[in-house]
Nanobody
Framework: QVQLVESGGGLVQAGGSLRLSCAAS????????MGWYRQAPGKQRELVAENTSGGNTNYADSVKGRFTISRDNAKNTVYLQMNSLKPEDTAAYYCKAVGSTGWRAWTYWGQGTQVTVSS
């Protein structure tokens, strides 16, 4: 079993910054990718940013230049630095990890952390 614990959400004014963290723990052999998704009320969950073990990163067009994803592989932790936040960034943010334990591949999601940006 693998657990993902997120932190760092909150309320911030437009133009402000927040940093989200997501730490994976449990029975982990390797983590291939970690990323952040978000879901606003009435909308589908969408990719924000992801980072693969090969060092590739992908960002949603709406956050390019404002958000930065990074990983600490030694700590099985992924971060999302969010700058120049906009009201449309308001959503529940979910961490996702894809990896393996022995021969078993898995995908886990965190419980979500709320980000609210006021105008």
């Amino acid at each position: 079993q693998v657990q993902l614990v997120e932190s760092g959400g909150g309320l911030v004014q437009a133009g402000g910054s927040l940093r989200l963290s997501c730490a994976a723990s449990g029975s982990i052999s390797s983590i291939n990718a970690m990323g952040w998704y978000r879901q606003a009320p009435g909308k589908q969950r969408e990719l924000v940013a992801e980072n693969t073990s090969g060092g590739n990163t992908n960002y949603a067009d709406s956050v390019k230049g404002r958000f930065t994803i990074s990983r600490d592989n030694a700590k099985n932790t992924v971060y999302l630095q969010m700058n120049s936040l906009k009201p449309e960034d308001t959503a529940a943010y979910y961490c996702k990890a894809v990896g393996s334990t022995g021969w078993r591949a898995w995908t886990y999601w965190g419980q979500g952390t709320q980000v609210t940006v006021s105008s």
